[in-house]
């Protein structure tokens, strides 16, 4: 099928003046609205204005200029139809071949926190996404192109054979539809004011194909929100082999709970489950703590910091094997001392700590909350015994380590780092034996927090056997009374916190 006549309207000029002259080389008519025919002009190149073709001018400031049948005839009749190009002929409608379109940078402008609704809804596109639409629902005949980065591959294959096969035209229409729905689901997220809307218009990016999943018969690949350049997903990589599914998981595990803490900190993870937590004056001195609280379980994790890795730090993490550092930055120094780990990934990706809706997919659905920005802001005593001074740096640690290990939980922490870790636990008392057993001697005056309300004093009598002095809990449950009884006789402080941090 020859081209003969394109009509080209893009906000994204990139390539577009090479493209449109291939195009006139091979004798295409070329057909633009304002600024895209200014630039064609400007080019050199010869350009008919749309409103010679509707012979109607540009209305309403630019809002209607091809929203006309002389244009959308053109793009959708059928050409394997004689009676639709019977009506063209009769109405003096020529067809038209292929459609350039890229839109309004709607999301960019929406981005912006000084921007009114009035610049909003004037960056709203109509009438891109209906040629852009019309022409893909015709790709048999019409060629339907939304990305300057198509542009070299259409060129080529149109100088080689002349046209393009069938099965690029539908997947060129796939790029489109999927162009305009992300569009259309773009305004919606904006005018949508429910936090739960009845219909939740999701846009995500592909941003690389994995190795494989979790296993590796499992494919994968990573999607990224596009409006939020600051996640994970967006992180920067400076060095080693690419990420797998469970990096990323894990990745995210640690990541998550680092941002949490104001002062230096690091955060080991393995298998999406804290298993050492260290914090510090320094970067080093917070990585020194966390590979002391699980030597063992440390090799071949994930590991991230709060703060820049510097030249110290960087030394101390070249020690062990590890599969993955993310952090705010290195120095060059550190990176100059990490490159002789060849296979260890690097990542870039500045703190951030919970917000927006968490989205976790099940059969069928998704489920979508809120993301868990809950933290250790007040508590309160609920025996007799107060917690002795300076426990609250421990505490918060502990506090915090807890809410992103596995339901259940139990978090052992002293002196800055974690001491021992239960988690994923069907019982509490399993969680409690292992944390305990895990941080042995070291439990002594330690301070132990729980994911969720302890119902039954048998967690409280085995933190006294160990020498607890704190336990942080949400309470609420039927047995406080108990649990409260059974911490005062032991001489531990036993504090509320109101809030339960259940991670499944």
Same mark, same amino acid.
């Given at each position: 099928?020859?081209?003969?006549?394109?009509?080209?309207?893009?906000?994204?000029?990139?390539?577009?003046?090479?493209?449109?002259?291939?195009?006139?080389?091979?004798?295409? &008519?070329?057909?633009?609205?304002?600024?895209?025919?200014?630039?064609?002009?400007?080019?050199?190149?010869?350009?008919?204005?749309?409103?010679?073709?509707?012979?109607?001018?540009?209305?309403?400031?630019?809002?209607?200029?091809?929203?006309?049948?002389?244009?959308?005839?053109?793009?959708?009749?059928?050409?394997?139809?004689?009676?639709? !190009?019977?009506?063209?002929?009769?109405? @003096?409608?020529? $067809?038209?071949?292929?459609?350039?379109?890229?839109?309004?940078?709607?999301?960019?402008?929406?981005?912006?926190?000084?921007?009114?609704?009035?610049?909003?809804?004037?960056?709203?596109?109509?009438?891109? $996404?209906?040629?852009?639409?019309?022409?893909?629902?015709?790709?048999?005949?019409?060629?339907?192109?939304?990305?300057?980065?198509?542009?070299?591959?259409?060129?080529?294959?149109?100088?080689?054979?002349?046209?393009?096969? &069938?099965?690029?035209?539908?997947?060129?229409?796939?790029?489109?539809?999927?162009?305009?729905?992300?569009?259309?689901?773009?305004?919606?997220?904006?005018?949508?004011?429910?936090?739960?809307?009845?219909?939740?218009?999701?846009?995500?990016?592909?941003?690389?194909?994995?190795?494989?999943?979790?296993?590796?018969?499992?494919?994968?690949?990573?999607?990224?929100?596009?409006?939020?350049?600051?996640?994970?997903?967006?992180?920067?990589?400076?060095?080693?082999?690419?990420?797998?599914?469970?990096?990323?998981?894990?990745?995210?595990?640690?990541?998550?709970?680092?941002?949490?803490?104001?002062?230096?900190?690091?955060?080991?993870?393995?298998?999406?489950?804290?298993?050492?937590? @260290?914090?510090?004056?320094?970067?080093?001195?917070?990585?020194?703590?966390?590979?002391?609280?699980?030597?063992?379980?440390?090799? @071949?994790?994930?590991?991230? !910091?709060?703060?820049?890795?510097?030249?110290?730090?960087?030394?101390?993490?070249?020690?062990?094997?590890?599969?993955?550092?993310?952090?705010?930055?290195?120095?060059?120094?550190?990176?100059?001392?990490?490159?002789?780990?060849?296979?260890?990934?690097?990542?870039?990706?500045?703190?951030?700590?919970?917000?927006?809706?968490?989205?976790?997919?099940?059969?069928?659905?998704?489920?979508? &909350?809120?993301?868990?920005?809950?933290?250790?802001?007040?508590?309160?005593?609920?025996?007799?015994?107060?917690?002795?001074?300076?426990?609250?740096?421990?505490?918060?640690?502990?506090?915090?380590?807890?809410?992103?290990?596995?339901?259940?939980?139990?978090?052992?922490?002293?002196?800055?780092?974690?001491?021992?870790?239960?988690?994923?636990?069907?019982?509490?008392?399993?969680?409690?034996?292992?944390?305990?057993?895990?941080?042995?001697?070291?439990?002594?005056?330690?301070?132990?927090?729980?994911?969720?309300?302890?119902?039954?004093?048998?967690?409280?009598?085995?933190?006294?056997?160990?020498?607890?002095?704190?336990? !942080?809990? $949400?309470? @609420?449950?039927?047995?406080?009374?108990?649990?409260?009884?059974?911490?005062?006789?032991?001489?531990?402080?036993?504090?509320?916190?109101?809030?339960?941090?259940?991670?499944?």
């Amino acid at each position: 099928m020859v081209i003969r006549r394109a009509l080209i309207s893009v906000y994204d000029k990139s390539g577009l003046a090479d493209f449109a002259r291939a195009l006139d080389k091979m004798g295409v &008519q070329l057909i633009s609205t304002g600024g895209t025919a200014r630039c064609l002009a400007e080019a050199g190149l010869a350009v008919t204005a749309v409103q010679d073709v509707t012979g109607s001018p540009e209305m309403l400031g630019g809002r209607v200029k091809t929203l006309h049948p002389r244009i959308h005839g053109g793009i959708l009749a059928r050409r394997d139809d004689p009676n639709q !190009l019977k009506e063209l002929a009769d109405q @003096g409608i020529g $067809p038209i071949d292929m459609v350039v379109v890229n839109l309004y940078p709607f999301e960019q402008t929406v981005a912006d926190p000084e921007c009114t609704q009035e610049r909003a809804l004037e960056n709203i596109d109509i009438g891109g $996404p209906t040629m852009l639409r019309a022409a893909a629902k015709n790709f048999p005949a019409v060629i339907p192109l939304c990305s300057p980065q198509d542009y070299q591959e259409v060129i080529e294959i149109l100088r080689r054979e002349g046209d393009l096969s &069938q099965g690029l035209r539908q997947r060129l229409a796939a790029k489109a539809f999927s162009h305009t729905a992300a569009y259309d689901a773009a305004i919606t997220g904006w005018l949508q004011k429910d936090e739960f809307p009845e219909k939740l218009a999701l846009v995500l990016e592909l941003g690389s194909h994995l190795r494989y999943g979790e296993n590796p018969h499992q494919q994968a690949a990573l999607y990224k929100l596009p409006a939020q350049p600051d996640s994970l997903a967006w992180a920067q990589p400076l060095q080693g082999k690419e990420l797998s599914y469970n990096n990323y998981n894990d990745a995210d595990a640690a990541f998550a709970l680092v941002s949490e803490f104001d002062g230096p900190a690091a955060v080991a993870v393995k298998h999406a489950v804290p298993c050492g937590v @260290g914090l510090g004056k320094s970067p080093a001195q917070a990585f020194t703590r966390a590979r002391q609280a699980d030597p063992v379980s440390i090799f @071949g994790g994930i590991i991230a !910091l709060n703060r820049p890795v510097d030249q110290e730090t960087a030394l101390l993490l070249k020690e062990i094997f590890l599969e993955v550092v993310i952090a705010p930055a290195f120095s060059d120094e550190a990176r100059a001392v990490l490159a002789a780990k060849k296979n260890l990934r690097l990542l870039i990706c500045p703190n951030q700590r919970p917000q927006g809706h968490v989205l976790r997919s099940i059969s069928g659905g998704v489920l979508v &909350q809120q993301a868990d920005a809950g933290g250790l802001s007040q508590w309160q005593a609920a025996g007799s015994v107060q917690p002795p001074q300076g426990w609250e740096e421990d505490g918060r640690l502990a506090w915090l380590t807890a809410k992103y290990a596995k339901s259940n939980s139990i978090v052992v922490s002293k002196g800055g780092m974690t001491l021992g870790i239960g988690s994923g636990c069907t019982s509490r008392i399993d969680a409690a034996n292992i944390a305990l057993a895990a941080a042995g001697e070291e439990a002594r005056e330690a301070v132990m927090a729980s994911d969720g309300f302890i119902p039954f004093p048998d967690v409280v009598e085995a933190a006294a056997k160990a020498g607890i002095s704190v336990i !942080l809990q $949400p309470g @609420g449950s039927k047995g406080d009374d108990k649990a409260i009884a059974a911490a005062d006789k032991a001489g531990i402080a036993l504090l509320f916190t109101g809030i339960r941090h259940f991670r499944h």
